[in-house]
């Protein structure tokens, strides 16, 4: 059973190792780069979690971490390409519709368009959905074996993906980054007198949800069979 309690707790274990990890999202450009290891840390704890290990993985081969960072990157990508094919196929002419009416001064153009839009739309935030639930079971896949095209079994992660217990697991994150992100949200509008505060609240905030997810779906992606 996930242990939800624990997971939150996890990256309170050593500060020194989320400090190091909170560094990686804080200095705006440069976090481009940095937050692949980061990302790559947060896989460590997926990886350590599926073997029910509770204690916080070092900081240690960082060209692996950064490679696997950025490779789940691109896992991130790949599937959210669809989505973005989709939204120029389909929103793109209905825009132009809309314009060629507001030109042309013929409302029912522009009403009929608006129409359109409003269905097509909702088709693709239903589809972002869709996609934004399967990716983590998808990256637990990759971080299994450090197999790339694990990531794209889609039968068994579709398989995974659609159970109660990844789908619990899922909801509690994203109110858990819900809740986590209001409060760093105030706390750095209270603080935005300096520039550095919310700087760093934010980098703790990215690495505390990091450690915390990485480990719930490791655990869940290790006891669905």
């Known amino acids: 059973m996930v242990n939800f309690g624990e997971a939150i707790k996890r990256p309170f274990q050593d ?3 989320l400090g190091i990890g909170a560094l990686m999202y804080m200095v705006p450009l440069v976090n481009i780069i940095t937050m692949f290891f980061a990302s790559g840390y947060g896989l460590e704890c997926a990886k350590t979690a599926m073997k029910k290990k509770s204690k916080l993985p070092e900081w240690a081969d960082w060209g692996n971490l950064w490679i696997r960072g950025f490779l789940t990157f691109l896992i991130s990508i790949i599937y959210f390409l669809p989505l973005v094919l989709l939204s120029v ?3 793109g002419p209905l825009i132009l519709k809309m314009m060629g009416g507001i030109l042309s001064s013929n409302p029912e153009t522009f009403i009929e368009g608006l129409g359109s839009a409003g269905s097509t739309l909702a088709f693709l935030g239903l589809f972002a959905l869709l996609i934004a ?3 983590p079971m998808a990256i637990m896949f990759f971080v299994e074996k450090w197999n790339f095209g694990d990531a794209f079994k889609l039968g068994d992660i579709f398989k ?3 159970t109660s217990k990844y789908f ?3 909801i509690i994150l994203i109110v858990y980054a819900m809740v986590v992100g209001w409060i760093i949200a105030l706390l750095a509008a209270a603080t935005t007198i300096t520039v550095i505060i919310p700087l760093i609240l934010m980098g703790f905030w990215n690495m505390i949800l990091t450690i915390t997810s990485m480990t719930i779906f490791g655990e869940v992606y290790s006891e669905i069979k």
């Open 15 to 17: 500060f020194k190792k």
């Open 89 to 91: 196929l389909f929103v």
């Open 133 to 135: 639930y399967v990716l």
């Open 160 to 162: 995974k993906a659609f």
């Open 168 to 170: 619990v697991a899922w």
